[in-house]
């Protein structure tokens, strides 16, 4: 509405102006308020705990990728199978052997009773990925079911993440393809240890770090979660070390590590729980605060 | 706009976001194409539709979207910046006498030439934006133009798919 002359005054005129200029950039201020938020979300959300709900571990997506999951599921069932048979075959040289081991031993005085430190659950995978640089997959326990984050993951072939979110019946796991995600693990040949890192392109390699000089892995050396780790009890396969690299002016050797797990076909994982990492951490922090 | 309008825009908006979240998302060739299908859900938005509800259309669907990745801003951001940029090509391509009321983002009513110009740079500046977010470092830069640029191609071919397959042309115009 036009305001006589003689009425407008340099506020009213700047008031105007001011809601005018902002009404015409409406659409890049809000461009930029969304922007805004988003990156926030995106760069502060694996802290904040307010956002949640904000993965596929909530209810409904849960249950959306549940369903999807169960088509695609028919698949693989030639691949699982195959897995099953494989851990069976597995577990079963594990108990010829044990047995034959407490038929040696005997009785044994110097055993002291320990409780027990890890309980395994079995879980679906219902959603995964191994193509982008950050991986993550869901499966479908919960917290209903005794999962906790921070809980190790394995599979019948090896190391496959950490829970990082739960809800009552789905959890996201943050898998070893994770640009983020270091592993504690050693040479099982001369118990060199070490960390392994995933590149970020390879779903089927992933580097080992700090194996200094004096070490002399072998191409096809075994590598095995350390005693090191409060995630994953010690002896959990790895993978097998594919390329070595030594440069002259290196501290540590540059070496590339097939993984045993196929992350592409995972179909049902073990979630470990350690009974006694709360102890360990509670001895291990004040000691040195770094450790996790 | 009648009704019959806006149905047809929200069945075409959840089609490509369940596209995307059920199919496309686990969708890619060699490691370097990947299908973002869903940013044809605002990308098709009536082409004179308020910026301000396709920029809010757009973070909605990116979260949502981030909710299947666990990857939660990554799509949003990404999808806000494309929603921004549809806003200034549009304007842009505007054709010498104005867009008139049965004008809408396809080959058939547009033209190729126009339809191309359009959508392509809109894709290829999303994917770009989604992958240097997603490696937040420089370091892989030729990967990174490589991967936006055969995801935009292949993105731009499901899209192509969808709209021809499920919306046949409402007559000859």
Not at chain 2, 114 to 141: G, K, Q, R, T
Request: glycine share 6%; hydrophobic share 50%; net charge positive.
């Amino acid at each position: 509405m036009p305001v006589p002359l003689s009425k407008r005054t340099f506020a009213g005129f700047l008031m105007g102006g001011l809601f005018l200029f902002f009404f015409r950039i409406r659409v890049f201020m809000l461009f930029l308020i969304l922007e805004g938020l988003s990156l926030w979300l995106l760069f502060s959300a694996n802290s904040y705990q307010g956002v949640v709900w904000l993965n596929s571990s909530n209810a409904v997506a849960g249950r959306i990728l549940e369903i999807s999951g169960t088509v695609n599921s028919y698949f693989y069932l030639n691949t699982e199978n195959a897995e099953l048979a494989r851990e069976n075959a597995n577990l079963n040289a594990r108990l010829k052997a044990m047995e034959a081991e407490r038929a040696s031993f005997g009785l044994d005085t110097m055993h002291f009773p320990r409780p027990i430190e890890y309980k395994y659950r079995v879980a679906k995978v219902i959603n995964n990925s191994v193509a982008r640089v950050k991986n993550f997959m869901t499966i479908n326990r919960g917290t209903e079911d005794g999962i906790k984050a921070g809980m190790g993951v394995i599979s019948a072939l090896g190391v496959v993440g950490r829970v990082k979110n739960c809800s009552a019946h789905y959890s996201t796991i943050t898998s070893a393809l994770h640009s983020d995600m270091l592993i504690s693990a050693g040479i099982k040949r001369n118990n060199a240890f070490g960390t392994i890192r995933w590149e970020g392109n390879n779903p089927y390699q992933a580097r080992m770090l700090y194996i200094a000089r004096h070490i002399k892995p072998l191409v096809g050396d075994t590598i095995i979660t350390s005693d090191y780790s409060t995630v994953f009890p010690s002896g959990i396969m790895v993978g097998k070390i594919a390329k070595i690299k030594l440069n002259d002016n290196e501290t540590f050797y540059d070496i590339t590590v097939n993984l045993s797990t196929d992350f592409s076909t995972l179909s049902y994982v073990y979630v470990i729980e350690n009974t006694l990492k709360a102890e360990r951490d509670s001895l291990q922090q004040p000691t040195n605060p770094e450790l996790k | 706009m009648n009704s019959k309008a806006i149905f047809r825009i929200v069945v075409y908006f959840l089609n490509f976001l369940a596209l995307q979240w059920l199919v496309a998302r686990n969708l890619n060739l060699g490691g370097i194409a990947f299908c973002h299908a869903y940013i044809g859900a605002i990308l098709l938005l009536p082409i004179e539709f308020n910026a301000v509800m396709v920029l809010l259309l757009a973070f909605a669907s990116g979260l949502m979207t981030d909710v299947f990745y666990d990857t939660p801003g990554l799509h949003a951001a990404a999808a806000v910046f494309a929603a921004w940029l549809r806003h200034l090509n549009q304007k842009i391509l505007t054709p010498a006498g104005g867009y008139e009321d049965y004008m809408e983002v396809s080959v058939g009513s547009m033209g190729l030439r126009w339809y191309l110009l359009f959508m392509l740079p809109v894709l290829f500046f999303h994917s770009l934006m989604l992958f240097l977010l997603e490696y937040a470092s420089l370091d892989h830069i030729l990967l990174i133009l490589a991967k936006a640029a055969a995801s935009s191609a292949f993105t731009l071919i499901i899209i192509l798919i969808v709209q021809n397959a499920l919306y046949r042309p409402q007559g000859n115009r």
